[in-house]
């Protein structure tokens, strides 16, 4: 009796065991060059439906620990790479199951399948690959190696598994609650509490309240603030890569919009941008509605001529920035940009966590073993005093300010400030401060879960500077490699756009987006109010929908008595005037204290959308995308369907493949959309 009961307990542990030390790893490579792709998702499914899931590390690598034994759907998947999913995957217990993958570079709006019938791991143990080909499926060539028995190296202990389950019903990815059923994971309900009350997350972000149409008889004047900004974009596809539709106050369409470049051709004169207009039909609104594309194009710069520059980057090594996705992640994104420096550029490193120090002194950008040798000893850990750390760049920043050069902070944070001065109000104040110093300030957000995206943006729009969102390297390297002069260097400051309809064509209009760069029309000519920035060889592009005066559209505040006290009369030039607008524009240069003026008028002719530019298209795209995401109240006739149709008529040359990456988000909201329309959580 003894020896059976001891043959039983041994038996139950060495199956506990063998359990627990299930798992499934590889490593993601591009099919071309063998490069690991860092930070793509792995994803698996059993019966359709997302049980887990990692992303790899800066190695390629991946490692799913304490899977139960069964067959499984692994997807595969990578921004601007074609998606592969290898189906019928046995995993065996008690071994480290492999299972390898090569991406291929290029666009395919549907998933790839591809099936392996066989199990990981024989009972044999024998090592075996499969070679994949799908000949049907534009740009694939994708490999699946399988090992016998094969064991993670010692780095992999450092991976984080994504996905864990709460409950039956709730699941949290990074923190974030989404649901389980049936179709798999989702975002929250549209009629869920705001993300950062909810457990385990304190994501926030500023409240955005759509801008409603206007009367262009009572309120002919629309001004605002330009933005440059694009974090909006990353972040968006940050949560789709996740599996989870974003949320809606983190939809910026504006910011979505100029996330790509436009074949607006450059300034001839002595200003430092061009002004370029498009008038065609709107794509969503069947009573007749037109689109007015207002885009400005940057002076370019070469690096090799561009001013020395006097960088102090300002690094959150607090302990909410230990994860993969953080401090991590701003290392090589920091190498990136190092190495485009010259011997008259200088560069300074301050960190701050529970307190502010100064890492590296200002340091000639020549000096790269200094530089990086500073950049690799960074280590995360204790609160957040961001406060302090501003103020320490700022001051060494001014320590070593080059007249007429490019002086700028770059701060890399979540944003989550904890110690010393953190709300809002009292950051805003320290930040306008320091402008006044002719320093510029750059935003790097990073992470999820306790990710402070209002704080970021409020401090690049008050600090005269721009805001990125970094998910993954490509788009760090986009940020300092791609759009480097655009990121550092400063052509115009506090650009302003004012906008005058004539009501004698136009019923009605509304600005798309910048609901947060909103200014009052007297502030148009104030010079004393702060606006957007633009870089070097910067694009900017604001889209307004115009209803004319011959539709029968009808908006709210369209219903008004006629005015006892005021009669609102045309103009002569109203009447007479083919011109649907008047454009003014104001402008300061970098250092200067008074504002430039350009006007210029907009004749009322268009075009059908299908003869219009590709640039508008394409933006006409972008802004409809954004629409379903928000699910605006003015998408009007709106599909996935129909963006998406738009977007792959407009993508044109697309030489960095933005544009295709942007089908593939697409195509991953409307499958994600479905699935929350089949679930009956969007009511």
């Known amino acids: 009796m003894k020896t059976t009961i001891t043959f039983l307990l041994t038996w139950v542990i060495f199956s506990a065991c063998a359990l627990s030390q299930t798992s499934l790893q590889g490593t993601v490579t591009d099919a071309k060059n063998g490069e690991p792709l860092i930070f793509s998702v792995v994803a698996i499914y059993k019966n359709d439906v997302l049980i887990t899931g990692a992303q790899t590390n800066f190695d390629g690598f991946y490692s799913i ?10 997807v595969f998947s990578y921004t601007g790479y074609t998606n592969l999913r290898i189906s019928e995957v046995v995993v065996s217990a008690g071994i480290a199951n492999t299972l390898n993958a090569q991406l291929t570079s290029g666009i395919n709006l549907e998933i790839v399948v591809v099936s392996s019938k066989r199990p990981l791991v024989s009972t044999k143990s024998l090592a075996y690959s499969i070679n994949i080909n799908n000949q049907g499926t534009r740009n694939v060539n994708a490999l699946a190696s399988l090992g016998a028995g094969a064991k993670g190296k010692k780095r992999n202990k450092k991976l984080r598994i994504r996905g864990s389950r709460n409950n039956a019903s709730n699941y949290y990815i990074d923190g974030i609650r989404v649901t389980r059923n049936e179709t798999g994971f989702m975002r929250p309900p549209h009629h869920d509490p705001i993300l950062h009350e909810q457990e385990g997350n304190t994501e926030d972000y500023s409240s955005i309240t759509e801008n409603a149409f206007k009367s262009a008889q009572h309120e002919p004047l629309s001004t605002f603030s330009i933005d440059v900004d694009k974090a909006s974009y990353s972040n968006i596809r940050r949560f789709l890569n996740n599996n989870q539709l974003p949320q809606r106050d983190a939809v910026r369409i504006e910011e979505m919009i100029n996330y790509f470049d436009y074949g607006y051709p450059p300034p001839k004169g002595e200003d430092p941008f061009s ?28 690096m090799k001529d561009a001013p020395p520059s006097n960088l102090v980057f300002l690094i959150d090594v607090s302990g909410s920035m230990s994860a993969s996705n953080k401090l991590r992640l701003v290392k090589p994104a920091m190498q990136l940009l190092i190495e485009q420096l010259r011997e008259q550029d200088r560069v300074a490193i301050v960190v701050y966590a529970g307190a502010a120090g100064l890492v590296l002194p200002s340091t000639a950008g020549n000096e790269r073993d200094s530089i990086l040798s500073a950049i690799n000893r960074l280590q995360a850990g204790g609160s957040t005093a961001g406060a302090a750390g501003v103020k320490l760049a700022y001051q060494v920043a001014k320590e070593n300010f080059i007249e007429n050069g490019n002086n700028r902070v770059i701060l890399a944070t979540d944003g989550d400030f904890n110690v010393g ?10 930040i306008e401060g320091k402008r006044k110093d002719g320093i510029f300030l750059t935003c790097l957000g990073l992470g999820m879960g306790n990710y402070k995206d209002n704080k970021l943006e409020l401090l690049a729009d008050k600090g005269n500077g721009n805001y990125a969102y970094i998910d993954n390297l490509l788009e760090a390297k986009k940020t300092f490699m791609t759009d480097l002069t655009g990121t550092l260097f400063t052509i115009a400051k506090d650009v302003k756009i004012q906008i005058e309809f004539n009501p004698q064509i ?8 910048y609901e947060n760069r909103l200014l009052n029309k007297e502030d148009f000519n104030d010079d004393t109010k702060d606006a957007g920035e633009i870089g070097a060889g910067h694009t900017v592009t604001a889209l307004y929908e115009i209803v004319p005066v011959t539709s029968n559209f009808s908006f709210p505040g369209s219903n008004v008595d006629t005015l006892k006290y005021q009669s609102v009369d045309l103009t002569e030039a109203a009447q007479s005037s083919s011109e649907i607008v008047t454009l003014k524009l104001r402008y ?10 350009i006007s210029q008028s907009v004749e009322h002719r268009w075009k059908a959308l299908v003869e219009a530019s590709k640039d508008m298209q394409w933006a006409a795209s972008v802004a409809g995308f954004g629409m379903l995401l928000r699910d605006s109240p003015h998408k009007g006739n709106l599909t996935f369907d129909s ?5 792959i008529k407009s993508t044109g040359k697309d030489r960095h493949g933005y ?8 195509e991953a909201a409307k499958l994600l959309y479905g699935m929350q329309m089949a679930d009956g959580t969007n009511k």
Request: hydrophobic share 40%; proline share 3%; glycine share 8%.
């Open 421 to 430: 001065v953190s709300s809002d109000g009292e950051l805003v104040k320290l």
């Open 275 to 302: 002004v370029n207009t498009e008038l065609a039909a709107s794509p969503w609104n069947e009573a007749g509605s037109l689109l007015l594309k207002i885009g400005l194009k940057g002076k370019e710069m070469d």
């Open 643 to 647: 963006v998406m149709e738009m977007a």
């Open 588 to 597: 300061k240069q970098p250092r200067g204290i008074k504002s430039k003026l």
């Open 659 to 666: 544009r295709n990456e942007c089908l593939k988000m697409m």
């Open 65 to 74: 620990k304490k899977l139960d034994t069964g067959i499984y759907d692994v």
């Open 506 to 513: 136009v019923k009605a209009y509304r600005l798309i987006g």
